[in-house]
């Protein structure tokens, strides 16, 4: 196989989950912690998310202290506690043959670990071989190289043997810190000026899932000498 090991992001790259959960439960907290100040709209809060990033949104952009921290982490919960995200069209077919063909799924998101496992098993049935969620220690959440170092020596993968897909920068950067190859999901795109930076900064770029699996499976199915 060319890619042994495909690095997943999980919100807007597998599940569609901002606009029905994350989006929503931070405009919810907003108004609690911030009444004073505009909720974000969507592309807003995407475009937070795509940099600084949702922890530098919330502890230097917004000041949040821990307590209020801790409040916003309870309403963020409740949405994703009673949700279940739907996957994009074509991501339960490709995770379920890329792992009969012998592929390793692993999974570095800021959403939690339980809440992602629910929605592989709802979605597809399928258990990811490994997952980095937010519960890991702050430090440890991308766009820290943790996840992927910790992935290759618990697989005893090289670089070349792996593929992140992400939708935001902080993919892109742990990807980079790591000397791996990225792809940009931009399926998920609102905003011209992050799907602009996302095309120029990455090795690949799909604006498709289909156009993404038909890359994925040329590559497994046939590889180069």
Not at 75 to 89: A, D, G, L, N
Not at 140 to 161: G, W
Not at 216 to 225: E, M
Request: proline residues 7%; charged residues 30%.
């Amino acid at each position: 196989m060319i890619y042994r090991c495909l690095v997943l992001d999980h919100d807007d790259t597998v599940s569609k989950s901002t606009p029905e959960i994350h989006h929503p439960s931070f405009v919810e907290a907003m108004k609690l912690l911030r009444p004073d100040i505009e909720p974000l709209t969507l592309e807003e809060f995407v475009s937070c998310c795509f940099s600084p990033g949702f922890s530098h949104l919330c502890k230097d952009v917004l000041e949040f202290s821990e307590e209020e921290q801790q409040k916003q982490n309870e309403i963020w919960r409740s949405y994703t506690k009673s949700i279940v995200p739907e996957f994009y069209s074509g991501f339960p077919e490709l995770i379920k043959r890329y792992k009969e063909l012998g592929g390793i799924i692993c999974v570095v998101s800021h959403s939690e670990s339980e809440q992602i496992l629910r929605d592989y098993i709802v979605n597809c049935n399928v258990t990811p071989d490994l997952i980095f969620g937010w519960d890991v220690e702050d430090d440890k959440r991308k766009p820290s190289p943790y996840p992927l170092l910790k992935i290759m020596k618990t697989f005893n993968l090289e670089e070349h043997e792996i593929l992140v897909l992400d939708d935001l920068k902080p993919g892109l950067d742990m990807a980079r810190a790591c000397n791996i190859e990225f792809a940009a999901a931009g399926w998920s795109h609102i905003i011209p000026e992050i799907k602009e930076y996302m095309k120029n900064e990455s090795d690949y770029y799909f604006e498709t899932v289909e156009t993404f699996s038909k890359f994925i499976f040329s590559k497994q199915l046939n590889p180069s000498p």
